[in-house]
């Protein structure tokens, strides 16, 4: 599978950068992992308007789902518009949530029309765009989130979305060819409690653990250094992705 870093942000935008959007192309389609204010943008520089099969949100903070809106408005009005709708997968009560969205933001039903919406259950696998993705509940301060485990059939993809520390995000990139970690923080300790990000250093515990064979780190305002020999995201980066095992 072809992985291409859309947008990669943290809550505020790096200088002319999209937030979060990971695009996953296999045999079976295209998938996007979260739609951040830019990233529709940053598609329509490739195509007139993004050919998507899905899109899966791992939670409502805006710089993960904020181009969702500009999508519905350019489904509805775009001059040559069709009427595809793009799977949208979102946790358990986020149709709910969509449709209040929509009652402030346009009206009640404007995801659903522009979209197929899907509610995913934790740890229970759905498939999306020809992709196995798999959702883990993450600690992100007390917001409902996730991070996405994808695999088709052969490589597999762990994405932890926004997350503090925790096992359970070891045990989402579990053995995967590429972990795809942010990286929000300078320091773990500068961070609130509930824990809802992570440092450097704490992404790289977490990825040496897991086992993963790859670590690409994310969600890192530009302001903050590097580890040494660790690969930095960056808007534009593409990634082919084979099973190394
Ligand atoms: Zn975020």
Redesign the pocket.
Same mark, same amino acid.
């Given at each position: 599978m072809k992985l291409t870093v859309i947008g990669c942000s943290? !809550?505020w935008p790096n200088p002319g950068g999209a937030? !979060?959007g990971y695009l996953l192309e296999g045999d079976g389609g295209r998938l996007l992992l979260?739609c #951040?204010p830019g990233v529709l943008a940053r598609l329509r520089e490739q195509e007139a308007w993004p050919a998507m099969d899905a899109i899966a949100i791992t &939670?409502f &903070?805006l710089?993960?789902w904020g181009d969702l809106v500009p999508w519905v408005w350019g489904s509805y009005y775009r001059a040559g518009h069709d009427d595809i709708r793009p799977a949208l997968w979102v946790h358990e009560g986020g149709r709910a949530l969509l449709e209040l969205l929509g009652s402030n933001l346009g009206f009640p039903d404007m995801f659903e029309r522009a979209f197929e919406l899907f509610e995913y259950g934790p740890e229970t696998p759905f498939a999306a765009a020809g992709f196995m993705v798999t959702a883990i509940r993450l600690p &992100?301060y007390t917001l409902e989130t996730y991070g996405f485990r994808v695999t088709n059939g052969t490589a597999t993809i762990a994405y932890s #979305?926004?997350t503090g520390p925790s096992e359970r995000l070891t045990e989402l990139a579990r053995d995967a060819d590429v972990f795809v970690c942010?990286a929000?923080l300078d320091r773990g300790v500068d961070d609130g409690e509930p824990r809802g &990000?992570l440092s450097a250093e704490e992404a790289l515990d977490a990825y040496s653990r897991s086992g993963a064979r790859s670590l690409l780190l994310t969600?890192r305002p530009a302001e903050l250094p590097v580890p040494d020999g660790i690969e930095l995201a960056h808007d534009g980066l593409v990634r082919v992705v084979e099973s190394s095992s």
């Open positions: 943290p !809550a937030h !979060a979260d #951040g &939670h &903070h710089d993960h &992100h #979305g926004d942010e929000t &990000h969600h």
